[in-house]
């Protein structure tokens, strides 16, 4: 399996369902604008390289946050700072065909933490808005904290994590 940017002159949009409504038609009618208008960038797994199915798929975008909104722990280590570089991880959605015991969106969460890490223009964390308290449960299994005052939305601080696989 491979990592790619969504290219929608070759990767099929179309066939792609991860059973989420919002999820399958951000990908079908809204992703590639998005990507040209530079208002994130999306990143498509692959069975293979210059294959046309896509397995699953995430999108990144900056982000500022106040730091008010963080947890203690996280505001004590970036005293000082009232505003805070971050990365946006949009959307995360894997095909529904690869949801189940396969791990798939752990995958999609590990190469999109290590490339928000990797990044020339960096931020302090990942930051995700969940869509639903099971998403926000599967974000809180990896090591996501609430934002204080909005429980849907969640980060993972990136300056102390080791890289994933």
Not at 47 to 72: F, H, N, Q, V, W
Not at 92 to 108: D, E, I, P, T, V
Not at 124 to 147: C, I, K, P, Q, S
Request: aromatic residues 8%.
């Amino acid at each position: 399996m491979i990592f790619e940017r969504l290219d929608p002159s070759r990767h099929d949009r179309e066939s792609f369902s991860c059973g989420e409504d919002s999820l399958d038609s951000y990908l079908k009618r809204q992703a590639s604008q998005d990507v040209r208008r530079r208002l994130a960038a999306c990143f498509v797994l692959c069975p293979e390289p210059g294959a046309r199915e896509i397995l699953g798929y995430y999108t990144l975008s900056p982000l500022s946050i106040e730091s008010k909104d963080l947890a203690e722990s996280t505001r004590a280590r970036l005293a000082g700072y009232a505003m805070l570089p971050a990365i946006l991880l949009g959307r995360l959605a894997a095909a529904s065909a690869y949801q189940r015991g396969q791990k798939m969106g752990q995958r999609l969460l590990a190469d999109a933490v290590n490339r928000a890490r990797s990044a020339e223009i960096t931020g302090m964390a990942v930051v995700v808005d969940a869509l639903n308290e099971n998403a926000a449960g599967f974000y809180l299994h990896f090591g996501f904290t609430r934002f204080e005052d909005v429980p849907s939305r969640l980060y993972l601080p990136l300056g102390n994590l080791r890289r994933s696989s």
